[in-house]
């Protein structure tokens, strides 16, 4: 749908301007373009860091393919919870020291590539796993970390939607420019007959246009579609969250399973007997 949002922004403006009798050819202004994408990309380089930017440009890409984490990669997260839970209650702490340790070695997460691929979830469930090992028994003091932890993770998160809109909002001040200097050049043949200057001007006036439609019509749409979709995703730390906590408080393994699939958002979220299915099917 990202797509055909775009084409029909697109259409609507070209086609609804040429049934007002305007003239197409008036709009191709190269060098106002130039002005309006250059300075718009070189300020975008100069606001945020490299590495953030190819985040940004990862979760760009997620946002226009609507790729978001679906019932399958939630199913897979909740098979990590009870397999490390159950392990832990069947036999010790220790018994699944070997797995936190060394995580992308281990048996249990090698059959979970979705998690072991997601570098920030395997920390933090480590990480807090670790915790506990080391004997730390207050779910409060867990608790309240881990959603310290987990507000900071999503709300880095959400940055990369905000960095789009940052350039959505200068768009159309960077047309403004484009347009100014367009009329600065206009002022030059102001003694040319009026039909020559009304082009001139209108010329001009595209750079105010352009900047407009980029902003509102296309980047604007793009951050907002890219923050849908990086909050669907955030959900994937409150899940470990909650399952995490749900053990803290002993529960059994497939209870702290459950409060952590009620954390999914409804639309992916598989159903009891779902979920029930797959734990059953896990080996040890």
């Known amino acids: 749908m990202y797509y055909i949002g775009l084409i029909i922004v697109t259409l609507s403006i070209g086609v609804g301007y040429v049934c007002m009798g305007g003239n197409l050819a008036v709009l191709w202004q190269p060098f106002e373009y130039l002005i309006i994408l250059g300075s718009g990309i070189g300020a975008f380089l100069s606001a945020n860091r490299m590495n953030f930017i190819k985040k940004i440009m990862r979760a760009m890409t997620s946002a226009m393919a609507d790729k978001c984490l679906q019932k399958k990669e939630y199913l897979e997260l909740l098979g990590v919870l009870y397999s490390i839970f159950k392990l832990s209650r069947t036999k010790s702490m220790i018994a699944i020291e070997v797995h936190i340790e060394s995580p992308h070695e281990s048996s249990i997460f090698q059959k979970y590539p979705t998690f072991l691929n997601n570098h920030i979830a395997v920390d933090l469930f480590c990480?807090?796993?670790?915790?506990?090992?080391?004997?730390?028994?207050?779910?409060?003091?867990?608790?309240?970390?881990?959603?310290?932890?987990?507000?900071?993770?999503?709300?880095?998160?959400?940055?990369?939607?905000?960095?789009?809109?940052?350039?959505?909002?200068?768009?159309?001040?960077?047309g403004?420019?484009?347009?100014?200097?367009?009329?600065?050049?206009?002022?030059?043949?102001?003694?040319?007959?009026?039909?020559?200057?009304?082009?001139?001007i209108g010329g001009a006036l595209v750079g105010t246009f352009f900047g407009i439609l980029t902003s509102y019509g296309m980047i604007a749409p793009t951050a907002a579609r890219m923050a849908q979709i990086i909050e669907l995703d955030n959900k994937y730390y409150d899940c470990i969250k909650a399952g995490i906590v749900g053990f803290m408080n002993k529960l059994p393994p497939i209870i702290a399973a459950e409060s952590a699939r009620k954390c999914i958002e409804h639309e992916f979220r598989p159903t009891y007997i779902e979920m029930e299915e797959t734990l059953n099917a896990i080996e040890l």
């Open 176 to 200: 403004i420019v484009a347009a100014v200097l367009g009329v600065i050049k206009t002022m030059g043949s102001i003694d040319k007959p009026p039909e020559i200057l009304g082009g001139l």
């Open 127 to 174: 990480d807090y796993i670790r915790m506990i090992s080391m004997g730390v028994e207050d779910p409060m003091i867990i608790d309240d970390m881990m959603r310290d932890e987990v507000e900071a993770i999503q709300h880095e998160n959400m940055q990369k939607a905000a960095a789009m809109n940052i350039l959505a909002d200068s768009m159309p001040a960077l």
